[in-house]
């Protein structure tokens, strides 16, 4: 049976159970909290208590494994993650690899690779390679997947870097890919011509956000290439409305595509896109957006949308383990 690295070491594919598929715990700006969060809107105890609590509380509904995708540009930190994998047994933590950011790269890898000012190989692959079969800094908690972005400006010079390098990465270990997309733009489509060019299997990637779309032509030629629909921003309502995510789905499991989705919410635990206003605010304004989403109200939606029991396993299990084999 293959294994995939977690925050605990590895487990068993077969054991990971139902799976939500892109969540956080945090998303963080690290400089601005380090500088301006502290006695204001972050607290750390607080914060890792408050989601030990949240991730006990999924765990209870059924839920055995949490995919993060924050990385470099999301404030991934994980010796934070690790105090709150120790805390919730009951629940897998798998990490990624790789880089958020739309335009250009950070200054790190700015000026540092083949034809820039520092003429070299790229740190972008080496630092994903790294995370990936030697563990995240000293931690020893090895990236199980690599992460990457393609939004709405498409394959600028920098994210079109990131994207080959998170490609290379992908071939010279196997690791599975999530990419960010754009579904108003459909830049889902760009993404995977451009891993297809670079060797990449894309059955092993997971298109972020397609779920944002309820286009169906577009939706079936990503899944056509063998790629696998992120049906990933439950509670997200304007963005699209839940209603429209379920009908979507249905209608693709109709359609024969059930082996080419997973689910999930993009929630976190915090956020500081909206400061210390997270607590309050998002409930307001995304009430729905919460990691409980999906099995306390989308499962029952899709089950009376005519999505079969068969159809759930696989958009929960049997799709998140194949993922990572």
Excluded at 137 to 143: E, H, L, Q
Aim: glycine letters at 8%; a negative charge.
């Amino acid at each position: 049976m293959p294994t995939v690295p977690t925050v605990r070491g590895q487990v068993e594919v077969g054991d990971l159970g139902q799976t939500l598929m892109h969540e956080h715990i945090f998303a963080l700006s690290t400089e601005h909290r380090d500088n301006y969060g502290d006695g204001d809107w972050w607290d750390e105890e607080f914060r890792v208590a408050d989601a030990i609590g949240k991730l006990k509380a999924v765990a209870a509904k059924g839920v055995r494994t949490i995919v993060d995708p924050t990385v470099w540009g999301l404030g991934r930190y994980i010796p934070r993650i690790q105090r709150i994998a120790d805390e919730v047994p009951e629940l897998n933590i798998i990490v990624a690899t790789g880089l958020y950011f739309y335009d250009q790269p950070p200054h790190p890898y700015k000026h540092r690779g083949p034809g820039l000012l520092m003429d070299m190989p790229d740190p972008m692959i080496d630092d994903m390679v790294r995370d990936l079969t030697r563990g995240i800094s000293d931690t020893g908690v090895k990236a199980a997947f690599i992460k990457c972005v393609v939004d709405e400006r498409g394959l600028t010079e920098g994210v079109e870097r990131m994207c080959r390098a998170a490609a290379q990465a992908h071939v010279r270990t196997g690791a599975p890919i999530t990419v960010h997309t754009d579904a108003p733009s459909q830049s889902g489509l760009p993404a995977l011509d451009l891993f297809a060019k670079e060797g990449v299997d894309l059955r092993k990637v997971v298109v972020g956000h397609a779920g944002d779309s309820n286009d169906l032509d577009y939706l079936r030629r990503l899944a056509d290439t063998g790629a696998i629909l992120g049906m990933d921003r439950f509670g997200l309502d304007m963005y699209n409305p839940t209603e429209q995510r379920v009908a979507t789905i249905a209608a693709l499991c109709e359609l024969g595509y059930a082996d080419r989705m997973v689910l999930s919410h993009d929630t976190a635990c915090f956020m500081d896109y909206f400061g210390g206003e997270w607590d309050e605010g998002v409930p307001l304004v995304a009430p729905n957006w919460r990691y409980d989403h999906i099995h306390d109200d989308v499962l029952p939606a899709l089950r009376a949308s005519g999505v079969t029991d068969a159809h759930l396993e696989q958009l929960l299990v049997t799709n998140p383990a194949r993922y990572f084999s």
